[in-house]
């Protein structure tokens, strides 16, 4: 063969490489195919630009903001709205729109450590129920069990009995936000570890978690490095859809005069201030219950858009 036909050979199987590799697509990672896909969902793009802006607002803007919630203004006291006050003012002179910027810091924080707590919990008990069957039974009925009890009741119970010891040991702001995180957490995890339980179910008897067993290695690292990876999708909108539920759950104790005290505002609790004077000035709760209810639905929107991007059946190539 002359050197020409080898010449020719090469380029024409060089071609025919680069014609199967575009056939194939280009390479994508899955998080950068998840992304793409999550791009696409307008509901969820929204739901981001929403939360960022509310949580931008509430833990940034008292900075900014020229207003001090701090000082009291009784000769300018349920004000409707104007400028500087856009949304009014309480019946002490405070700004209402301040007072609900600093009342997001803490539902917003509550929500999310909340959330954590409830994960933590869901996986671990989840992920025992799924891989060990001896202890699948009592962990599932504990979990039907707490699905069983009414929600808002036990909280209510709970907070009532604990909130002054705790208090008394870690300080009134302190001692209230820990017991809200562990008893919202610590009673709303039920969903997330039937979950988990029924994908570790699925994925202990696939080839490579038995290839895995029958190597030798030990329960503990497959369960680290191959059961828990292969179930954080769900995990995943199962987090984005609790932080509302758990913001929710916050303003609805606050609401009923059993959360945080009068001195830490949450968006529950200037609801319950505010409900008497409504009809002095609207914003006084309908600000609050704005704030709230946006930051709901665009967690929701984003949990809508996680769960669309991290199913396999739809995700397209494009």
Same mark, same amino acid.
């Given at each position: 063969?002359?050197?020409?036909?080898?010449?020719?050979?090469?380029?024409?199987? /060089? $071609?025919?490489?680069?014609?199967?590799?575009?056939?194939?697509?280009?390479?994508?990672?899955?998080? /950068?195919?998840?992304?793409?896909?999550?791009?696409?969902?307008?509901? %969820?793009? %929204?739901?981001?630009?929403?939360?960022?802006?509310?949580?931008?607002?509430?833990?940034?803007?008292?900075?900014?903001?020229?207003?001090?919630?701090?000082?009291?203004?009784?000769?300018?006291?349920?004000?409707?709205?104007?400028?500087?006050?856009?949304?009014?003012?309480?019946?002490?002179?405070?700004?209402?729109?301040?007072? %609900?910027?600093?009342?997001?810091?803490?539902?917003?924080?509550?929500?999310?450590?909340?959330?954590?707590?409830?994960? &933590? &919990?869901?996986?671990?008990?989840?992920?025992?129920? @799924?891989?060990?069957?001896?202890?699948?039974?009592?962990?599932?009925?504990?979990?039907?069990?707490?699905?069983?009890?009414?929600?808002?009741?036990?909280?209510?119970?709970?907070?009532?009995?604990?909130?002054?010891?705790?208090?008394?040991?870690?300080?009134?702001?302190?001692?209230?936000?820990?017991?809200?995180?562990?008893?919202? @957490?610590?009673?709303?995890?039920?969903?997330?570890?039937?979950?988990?339980?029924?994908?570790?179910?699925?994925?202990?008897?696939?080839?490579?978690?038995?290839?895995?067993?029958?190597?030798?290695?030990?329960?503990?690292?497959?369960?680290?490095?191959?059961?828990?990876?292969?179930?954080?999708?769900?995990? &995943?909108?199962?987090?984005?859809?609790?932080?509302?539920?758990?913001?929710?759950?916050?303003?609805?104790?606050?609401?009923?005069?059993?959360?945080?005290?009068?001195?830490?505002?949450?968006? @529950? $609790?200037?609801?319950?201030? /505010?409900?008497?004077?409504?009809?002095?000035?609207?914003?006084?709760?309908?600000?609050?219950?704005?704030?709230?209810?946006?930051?709901?639905?665009?967690?929701?929107?984003?949990?809508?858009?996680? $769960?669309?991007?991290?199913?396999?059946?739809?995700?397209?190539?494009?």
């Amino acid at each position: 063969m002359t050197d020409a036909q080898k010449d020719l050979t090469e380029s024409t199987a /060089a $071609r025919s490489a680069a014609a199967q590799i575009d056939d194939m697509g280009e390479f994508r990672s899955l998080k /950068a195919d998840v992304w793409r896909q999550f791009k696409k969902h307008k509901g %969820a793009m %929204a739901g981001v630009v929403i939360l960022v802006v509310i949580t931008i607002a509430c833990f940034l803007g008292p900075f900014v903001l020229p207003m001090n919630v701090d000082e009291l203004d009784t000769a300018n006291a349920n004000q409707g709205p104007g400028w500087p006050n856009i949304w009014g003012t309480d019946n002490l002179g405070r700004d209402a729109f301040m007072r %609900a910027l600093l009342g997001g810091r803490i539902s917003l924080l509550v929500g999310f450590v909340a959330m954590a707590v409830s994960i &933590i &919990i869901g996986v671990l008990v989840g992920v025992i129920a @799924g891989y060990v069957k001896k202890l699948d039974f009592l962990l599932m009925w504990l979990t039907d069990l707490f699905l069983s009890l009414p929600l808002l009741p036990v909280l209510l119970v709970v907070v009532v009995l604990f909130r002054d010891p705790v208090q008394d040991s870690l300080g009134d702001s302190l001692g209230i936000f820990i017991l809200m995180v562990v008893v919202i @957490g610590g009673t709303s995890w039920m969903q997330t570890a039937r979950i988990v339980r029924g994908e570790v179910l699925s994925i202990r008897e696939q080839e490579f978690i038995l290839a895995s067993r029958s190597i030798g290695t030990r329960s503990q690292r497959i369960i680290m490095d191959h059961i828990i990876p292969n179930v954080l999708s769900p995990v &995943i909108v199962a987090a984005s859809l609790g932080i509302a539920i758990a913001i929710l759950t916050e303003s609805a104790v606050s609401f009923l005069g059993l959360g945080f005290p009068l001195e830490l505002p949450t968006w @529950g $609790r200037l609801l319950n201030e /505010a409900k008497d004077r409504m009809s002095l000035n609207f914003w006084l709760v309908g600000g609050p219950g704005l704030l709230l209810s946006l930051t709901v639905l665009s967690v929701n929107l984003i949990g809508d858009g996680l $769960r669309d991007a991290l199913d396999p059946k739809g995700r397209t190539s494009a």
